[in-house]
């Protein structure tokens, strides 16, 4: 049409898809990715759900441990690699806890939810490692503190009829992307959980648990000093490491406390019902998978 310009654009290098317009804003990116995940049950003086909750009174004090935390493990990997460039997931909640003004300032921050891989948002962008630091237990664990999978909502998951929680979970998930996970911290029994799946892999335990709500702990401060050590020690040696995955596709079950929760889950295509509440699906990869049980979580929390 006469008086009509076509608008041309060009795909200059800094705009073209899949550059990330700020990485190096603070590294080199000559040294290793890492992914940190944290979490925030796992944390050396954590051991109540009043500690955790952003709407309770001793959440704020919880939250500065946390980030403390995720500083010790940014701390550790750069004093094994100096070049490194690291990503830190917020992943307790609602993904807004670590305070990004007090977090290491060579660290990037990936906070806010929903987003895609969740608790290893990151991952995607060609991460070597990834590291879980204040994780907890698996749900119905004896002794391991705030010990759940997910949700409170949730009895149980298995994975080719093996039970994982978040470690298991979240370990054969950065597995399929071919990243090992190199370091696990958070109670004693987190750390025997991951050391099943990945026996020689670091675990820094900075809690011994004695219930759901009860620890014996060791000062935040000694945490930060063992989590430091503990996640130099495992950068230096991470080629040891390999990663940990299950074979495609992916068989999952997961197990609701209420069979309302599988009322409304069996609407998602492919979820089927196994028991009152049972559900049951078959995934092509790991992150359908992960991405299935997201969503099977999300539906068995929607109030009645
Ligand atoms: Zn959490």
Redesign the pocket.
């Known amino acids: 049409m006469p008086g009509t310009q076509r608008k041309s654009y060009s795909v200059t290098p800094e705009t073209a898809p899949g550059r990330d317009l700020i990485a190096g804003s603070s590294v080199t990116g000559m040294g290793i990715k890492a992914l940190v995940s944290v979490?925030?049950?796992g944390i050396a003086g954590v051991v109540h759900p009043a500690e955790?909750n952003p709407e309770r009174y001793e959440y704020d004090r919880c939250r500065r441990l946390m980030t403390g935390a995720a500083n010790a493990a940014v701390e550790g990997i750069i004093d094994a690699d100096p070049a490194a460039e690291v990503l830190v997931a917020d992943s307790?909640?609602p993904y807004r806890n670590i305070l990004p003004e007090d977090l290491d300032r060579r660290a990037r921050l990936v906070r806010g939810k929903p987003r895609q891989l969740g608790m290893l948002a990151g991952l995607q962008g060609g991460v070597e490692v990834a590291l879980f630091v204040g994780y907890h237990g698996r749900a119905g664990a004896g002794g391991a503190v705030l010990a759940h999978t997910i949700s409170d909502a949730v009895l149980d998951i298995r994975i080719h009829g093996r039970s994982h929680g978040e470690i298991g979970i979240n370990t054969l998930l950065a597995g399929s992307y071919g990243v090992p996970v190199v370091l696990v911290s958070g109670d004693d029994a987190a750390c025997e959980e991951f050391a099943d799946l990945a026996p020689g892999a670091v675990t820094v335990p900075v809690k011994r648990g004695l219930g759901q709500h009860a620890a014996d702990t060791l000062h935040p401060e000694e945490a930060r000093d063992r989590l430091r050590e503990g996640t130099a020690r495992a950068i230096r040696r991470r080629t040891g490491e390999p990663p940990v995955s299950v074979p495609q596709p992916v068989e999952v079950e997961v197990d609701l406390h209420q069979p309302r929760g599988a009322d409304l889950a069996v609407l998602i295509p492919g979820v089927s019902r196994k028991g009152g509440r049972t559900l049951t699906f078959t995934a092509q990869t790991m992150t359908a998978a992960y991405e299935v049980i997201q969503l099977i979580v999300l539906l068995a929390q929607t109030p009645s």
């Open positions: 979490d925030m049950e955790i307790h909640g």
